[in-house]
C-alpha cells in the first residue's frame, strides 16, 4: 500500500461533509504507482463543523494509510507528531488526571514538545534530535520543567511504540541535561519570619491570623484560604482541613491523600483564633459555621496569587528578604523544624505522602547546624564530649608528628607528677596525670624520637 503525506482536504456536498485525499497506488496492469483519490462522507453539516471534520478525516487517513514493516504494522509517515499526541496520547491519559492537573501538563505538551514538533512525522524523530531540544530547553526552563518534558517525551514516544506506530523508541535513552538551572532553596530564618509576622500585625489582625497560623502549621496556600469557621475545632485545639481552593473554586480533594485531615494547632494561637473572630462579630463580619475564615472582598476565599503578590512580595522588599512566599515559608518550616521534632512528626505536620519528601524536597542543610554536627563529632572522637570516656590512642605517629606539633604551637604538653609512697617500701614513683590530646601527641612524639636516637646508636 502506497504512503501518503498529506491531510486531504473537506468540502461541503449538499447536506453533508466529504473528505477527500491522494496516496500513490500501484496499478494492477502496470505495476506503476499512480495517485488515486479517495473520498468518505465525514458527516452531516448539521452536526458538526468544518474542523471537525478536518480532525476526523485525518483520523480517516491515518487508519487506512498504513502499511506492512515486517511482522509489525507501523503506521505511515502521514501521521504527524501533533496528530498522535492529540489523538493517541492524551486520550489514554486525561482519565488519570484531574481537571486543573490536565491543564496544566496539557499546556506543557503544547508549548515545549507540540509547538516546536507541529508537523514532525514520527518515522523521522531520533535520539539527537529529541536530545537536542532537550538542551535548548534547559537553557530557559526550570530543573523541575525539564525534567518533566522529558517524562512526557519518555511517555509519548514509548506509547507510539507501544500502539505499533513505531518500531523504535528514539526518546528512550535521552538524558537530562547536565547543566540544568539550580531550583529555589530559599531558607529563611526565625528572626525573618517574627520580623515579618511583628510588621503584619501592624498592618491587619486578619493577616497577622493568617499567617502565624500558615507559618506555624505549614499550609499549603489552597488550603489556608478556604478554611471555614466550622474547620476551627475550639474546644480541642484542632484546625480540620476539608476543602482546598484553586484559582477562585473550592474543591472536596486535596492534593495527597493526607491533605485533608486534622491537624492540631498551638494553644496560644488556638486563643488569638478566638480574639480574631470575635472582633469579626464586632465589626459586624459573618462569622458562620459555613462564613470563611479569611474572607475575601466579596466574602468568597482570597486569591492565593494576588495575597502572594501584594502582601509577601511586600513584605520581602521592605524587610530586605532573600524572598517570601508560601512554598519559602513551608520549606523554612521544614527546615527549622528539624531541631524541634522528628522526622515523622515534620512529616505528619507537612502532610506528605512519602517521608522522602520531606526530607528530600524541603529539609535543607544549614550551614550552622553543619557546624554543629562536626564539633560535636569531633568532641565524641577526641573525648571530650559526654556521651563515654576517652578513648585510648595508639602510640604510634608518623616519623613527623613531633615536630607538625610543635608548629602548630596552640596547645602545650600539661603534664603533672606526684610523689608518693607505694606499699610502705619508702620507694616512690611517678604517677602521671590525665594529658589533654595535643600533649599526648608530643609526649608520645618525645618517646618515638628518644626510641630512634637509641636505635641509630
Same mark, same amino acid.
Given at each position: 500500500?502506497?504512503?501518503?503525506?498529506?491531510?486531504? &482536504?473537506?468540502?461541503?456536498?449538499?447536506?453533508?461533509? +466529504?473528505?477527500?485525499?491522494?496516496?500513490?497506488?500501484?496499478?494492477?496492469?502496470?505495476?506503476?504507482?499512480? @495517485?488515486?483519490?479517495?473520498?468518505?462522507?465525514?458527516?452531516?453539516?448539521?452536526?458538526?463543523?468544518?474542523?471537525?471534520?478536518?480532525?476526523?478525516?485525518?483520523?480517516?487517513?491515518?487508519?487506512?494509510?498504513?502499511?506492512?514493516?515486517?511482522?509489525?504494522?507501523?503506521?505511515?509517515?502521514?501521521?504527524?507528531?501533533?496528530?498522535?499526541?492529540?489523538?493517541?496520547?492524551?486520550?489514554?491519559?486525561?482519565?488519570?488526571? $484531574?481537571?486543573?492537573?490536565?491543564?496544566?501538563?496539557?499546556?506543557?505538551?503544547?508549548?515545549?514538545?507540540?509547538?516546536?514538533?507541529?508537523?514532525?512525522?514520527?518515522?523521522?524523530?531520533?535520539?539527537?534530535?529529541?536530545?537536542?531540544?532537550?538542551?535548548?530547553?534547559?537553557?530557559?526552563?526550570?530543573?523541575?520543567?525539564? /525534567?518533566?518534558?522529558?517524562?512526557?517525551?519518555?511517555?509519548?514516544?514509548?506509547?507510539?511504540?507501544?500502539?505499533?506506530?513505531?518500531?523504535?523508541?528514539?526518546?528512550?535513552?535521552?538524558?537530562?541535561?547536565?547543566?540544568?538551572?539550580?531550583?529555589?532553596?530559599?531558607? !529563611?530564618? &526565625?528572626?525573618?519570619? $517574627?520580623?515579618? !509576622?511583628?510588621?503584619?500585625?501592624?498592618?491587619?489582625?486578619?493577616?497577622?491570623?493568617?499567617?502565624?497560623?500558615?507559618?506555624?502549621?505549614?499550609?499549603?496556600?489552597?488550603?489556608?484560604?478556604?478554611?471555614?469557621?466550622? *474547620?476551627? /475545632?475550639?474546644?480541642?485545639?484542632?484546625?480540620?482541613?476539608?476543602?482546598?481552593?484553586?484559582?477562585?473554586?473550592?474543591?472536596?480533594?486535596?492534593?495527597?491523600?493526607?491533605? @485533608?485531615?486534622?491537624?492540631?494547632?498551638?494553644?496560644?494561637?488556638?486563643?488569638?483564633?478566638?480574639?480574631?473572630?470575635?472582633? *469579626?462579630?464586632?465589626?459586624?463580619?459573618?462569622?458562620?459555621?459555613?462564613?470563611?475564615?479569611?474572607?475575601?472582598?466579596?466574602?468568597?476565599?482570597?486569591?492565593?496569587?494576588?495575597?502572594?503578590? $501584594?502582601?509577601?512580595?511586600?513584605?520581602?522588599?521592605? /524587610?530586605?528578604?532573600?524572598? @517570601?512566599?508560601?512554598?519559602?515559608?513551608?520549606?523554612?518550616?521544614?527546615? /527549622?523544624?528539624?531541631?524541634?521534632? +522528628?522526622?515523622?512528626?515534620?512529616?505528619?505536620?507537612?502532610?506528605?505522602?512519602?517521608?522522602?519528601?520531606?526530607?528530600?524536597?524541603?529539609?535543607?542543610?544549614?550551614?550552622?547546624?553543619?557546624?554543629?554536627?562536626?564539633?560535636?563529632?569531633?568532641?565524641?572522637?577526641?573525648?571530650?564530649?559526654?556521651?563515654?570516656?576517652?578513648?585510648?590512642?595508639?602510640?604510634?605517629?608518623?616519623?613527623?608528628?613531633?615536630?607538625?606539633?610543635?608548629?602548630?604551637?596552640?596547645?602545650?604538653?600539661? $603534664?603533672?607528677?606526684?610523689?608518693?609512697?607505694?606499699?610502705?617500701?619508702?620507694?616512690?614513683?611517678?604517677?602521671?596525670?590525665?594529658?589533654?590530646?595535643?600533649?599526648?601527641?608530643?609526649?608520645?612524639?618525645?618517646?618515638?624520637?628518644?626510641?630512634? @636516637?637509641?636505635?641509630?646508636?
Amino acid at each position: 500500500m502506497g504512503v501518503s503525506y498529506q491531510k486531504g &482536504w473537506v468540502r461541503s456536498r449538499g447536506k453533508k461533509w +466529504h473528505g477527500c485525499f491522494r496516496r500513490p497506488e500501484l496499478d494492477p496492469q502496470t505495476n506503476e504507482p499512480k @495517485l488515486v483519490t479517495h473520498s468518505f462522507v465525514m458527516g452531516l453539516r448539521a452536526e458538526m463543523s468544518k474542523s471537525q471534520a478536518r480532525e476526523k478525516l485525518e483520523d480517516e487517513i491515518a487508519k487506512l494509510g498504513g502499511h506492512s514493516a515486517g511482522d509489525q504494522a507501523v503506521v505511515n509517515g502521514a501521521v504527524t507528531f501533533e496528530w498522535f499526541v492529540k489523538h493517541r496520547y492524551l486520550p489514554l491519559k486525561e482519565g488519570d488526571w $484531574r481537571e486543573e492537573t490536565a491543564k496544566v501538563k496539557k499546556y506543557l505538551i503544547q508549548a515545549d514538545l507540540v509547538d516546536a514538533f507541529r508537523d514532525y512525522r514520527l518515522e523521522n524523530f531520533d535520539k539527537v534530535i529529541l536530545q537536542t531540544h532537550l538542551n535548548k530547553l534547559a537553557k530557559i526552563h526550570s530543573k523541575d520543567r525539564v /525534567l518533566q518534558i522529558r517524562s512526557y517525551m519518555r511517555a509519548i514516544f514509548a506509547e507510539a511504540v507501544d500502539q505499533d506506530f513505531l518500531a523504535k523508541d528514539p526518546a528512550r535513552t535521552v538524558k537530562p541535561p547536565a547543566n540544568l538551572r539550580d531550583v529555589d532553596k530559599t531558607v !529563611l530564618t &526565625w528572626d525573618q519570619l $517574627r520580623a515579618a !509576622l511583628e510588621m503584619l500585625g501592624d498592618i491587619s489582625l486578619r493577616d497577622w491570623i493568617l499567617m502565624k497560623l500558615d507559618m506555624s502549621n505549614a499550609l499549603r496556600p489552597s488550603e489556608l484560604f478556604p478554611l471555614r469557621w466550622r *474547620c476551627f /475545632l475550639e474546644e480541642t485545639r484542632i484546625l480540620d482541613i476539608q476543602e482546598t481552593v484553586y484559582k477562585g473554586k473550592v474543591r472536596s480533594f486535596g492534593k495527597t491523600k493526607g491533605s @485533608l485531615t486534622k491537624v492540631p494547632i498551638a494553644e496560644v494561637l488556638a486563643n488569638e483564633i478566638m480574639d480574631y473572630r470575635e472582633e *469579626c462579630r464586632m465589626k459586624g463580619k459573618d462569622t458562620s459555621l459555613d462564613a470563611f475564615m479569611f474572607p475575601g472582598r466579596f466574602g468568597g476565599p482570597m486569591d492565593s496569587s494576588n495575597y502572594r503578590h $501584594r502582601m509577601l512580595h511586600k513584605l520581602a522588599r521592605e /524587610l530586605d528578604l532573600p524572598k @517570601l512566599t508560601f512554598q519559602v515559608i513551608r520549606r523554612t518550616i521544614a527546615t /527549622l523544624g528539624k531541631t524541634k521534632g +522528628h522526622v515523622k512528626d515534620i512529616q505528619g505536620m507537612m502532610r506528605h505522602s512519602k517521608a522522602s519528601t520531606t526530607t528530600d524536597v524541603y529539609m535543607q542543610s544549614l550551614e550552622p547546624e553543619v557546624r554543629m554536627a562536626i564539633n560535636s563529632i569531633y568532641s565524641e572522637l577526641v573525648g571530650t564530649g559526654t556521651s563515654g570516656p576517652t578513648p585510648e590512642r595508639p602510640a604510634t605517629f608518623g616519623p613527623n608528628a613531633a615536630g607538625r606539633e610543635a608548629d602548630h604551637g596552640v596547645f602545650t604538653q600539661a $603534664r603533672s607528677s606526684t610523689m608518693e609512697p607505694k606499699n610502705g617500701s619508702g620507694r616512690e614513683e611517678n604517677q602521671t596525670t590525665a594529658v589533654p590530646s595535643r600533649g599526648k601527641i608530643l609526649q608520645f612524639a618525645g618517646k618515638m624520637r628518644a626510641s630512634n @636516637l637509641e636505635g641509630d646508636r
